[in-house]
């Protein structure tokens, strides 16, 4: 990789960076309750956290049996997201080990954005919350752009507004929709098992899968961008 490169750490917010499904699943709950419906315990939640507040309105109510038309969806996902606003640091804590890989990578000049289909306000609010807003240099929500993960352009989008490049970029996340928008980039990515259950082909298709934050610093980083160098 060149010297005058510098790389770009892409990240996943929910399931990746921040886990974040205690306080999702707090905001579902309260909206089952509004609708006179029990609550869902956070193990059943947790896979669907990553989907975004739609899907996991929608997951609930399958679980019952039941529909939502699409204004009771629009109310409630307008309940939901009030509530969560509202909550959306009560539980939620980084995961174990990224802050210090994120000191690692920073360290070595690397430079961090985030690409999320969480709303850009709300995405800024949680990190903001959490101390951690000033080690990005972009940060990308689902309404940032026209086309959000899976589509590549979300990505693409988040890495020039962090004044890098897709050859010399890594996308990190939990789910098919950050390793597909990678692929579709021509990224190297790294899925963490450790998300909101990763699918099997999901596991095939990223680059490499880590166990542990301790297990990303510089040189794995650089590894991944000196590869997909050498396939040019």
Do not use: W
């Not at 669907?48 to 609930?60: D, E, K, N, S, Y």
């Amino acid at each position: 990789m060149s010297n005058q490169v510098i790389p770009t750490v892409v990240f996943d917010l929910d399931g990746t960076l921040v886990d974040t499904a205690p306080d999702l699943a707090e905001a579902l709950n309260h909206c089952l309750g509004h609708a006179g419906l029990g609550a869902d315990a956070l193990n059943v939640v947790r896979p669907h956290a990553g989907h975004g507040a739609r899907a996991m309105l929608a997951a609930a109510y399958e679980r019952r049996g039941l529909d939502l038309d699409e204004p009771e969806m629009q109310a409630a996902l307008e309940r939901f997201l009030a509530y969560y606003e509202d909550h959306i640091a009560d539980q939620s804590q980084p995961f174990p080990g990224v802050v210090a890989a994120m000191d690692r990578l920073s360290g070595a000049g690397f430079n961090m954005a985030v690409c999320t289909n969480k709303r850009e306000r709300l995405s800024h609010l949680l990190l903001e919350a959490l101390g951690l807003s000033d080690r990005f240099v972009a940060i990308c929500g689902a309404d940032t752009v026209k086309r959000r993960k899976p589509h590549h352009d979300h990505l693409l989008e988040t890495v020039a507004r962090a004044q890098g490049r897709a050859g010399a970029s890594v996308m990190i996340g939990d789910s098919a929709a950050d390793i597909e928008a990678a692929a579709g980039a021509d990224v190297a990515s790294i899925l963490v098992d450790f998300g909101y259950g990763p699918e099997a082909a999901v596991r095939r298709k990223a680059t490499i899968e880590i166990e542990d934050y301790r297990q990303l610093d510089a040189d794995l980083v650089e590894s991944l961008i000196d590869r997909r160098y050498s396939r040019l």
